[in-house]
């Protein structure tokens, strides 16, 4: 962000977690709060004026959700990057904030690290998804119900150069819904290390984000064989 703090924009209708949320990331100095809002119009409304990098939005708001007002801030302030929280994971959620191209979604039972990780790699121009949804959503897909697709995804065949073991171990975790800690646990690796493979894969794989690379791994049968310790 050019050294300058990544201006946030943060909205919730519940005042106690209001301002839990954007106490948590305006204790960061590389973080700045720039609003805090309790309904979706009112977040589209702040993003525009404040010029934001990331809006955090709770999906489910009285006056107008989290789902609404990303939509509109997808058409209003497109370079605004997106980060959906919620209490639940439902897939039809999950698949709607997907659609509309929102860069992040958490449930809200994350720790307070994870949200200001979120944030942190949004701006940046990654992509986050809690393993929580991962887990939803492959569920659905296991039982034939889900209809995330992962458009443009290049097939087991068409890969211009096969998966390497480490990658199929870093694969294979993400299909079973790990988060990043997990992985480096079971690999002996860093965390950072496991980050890496994980943007390697997604671009290697034109997979959106680590759902996509679950359901890649489920339809492809191309899971990573058990893990191997170190490197």
């Known amino acids: 962000m050019d050294g300058r703090p990544v201006k946030v924009v943060v909205a919730d209708d519940q005042p106690l977690i209001l301002t839990a949320l954007s106490g948590i990331l305006e204790a960061q100095p590389d973080l700045d709060v720039v609003d805090q809002v309790s309904s979706g119009p009112a977040a589209v409304a702040a993003v525009e004026s404040h010029d934001a990098d990331v809006a955090v939005l709770d999906v489910v708001m009285a006056g107008g959700n989290g789902l609404e007002a990303a939509a509109e801030i997808r058409e209003t302030s497109p370079r605004t990057r997106i980060l959906l929280l919620t209490s639940y994971g439902e897939e039809d959620v999950v698949r709607e904030a997907m659609d509309i191209g929102a860069q992040g979604f958490l449930v809200k039972g994350c720790s307070a690290e994870d949200l200001v990780d979120a944030v942190r790699r949004i701006a940046a121009g990654g992509a986050v998804l809690s393993p929580d949804v991962t887990g939803y959503v492959l569920d659905g897909y296991r039982r034939g119900t889900s209809s995330v697709s992962i458009p443009g ?59 996509g690379l679950a359901v890649w791994a489920h339809e492809s049968g191309y899971l990573g064989d058990a893990p191997r310790r170190g490197r």
């Open 153 to 211: 995804a290049v097939p087991p065949e068409d890969l211009d150069a096969p998966l390497t073991a480490r990658e199929r171990d870093v694969l294979g975790a993400v299909a079973r819904a790990r988060t990043n800690a997990e992985i480096a646990d079971e690999l002996v690796v860093a965390e950072s290390t496991v980050k890496t493979y994980i943007s390697r894969l997604i671009s290697k794989l034109k997979a959106r984000d680590r759902v």
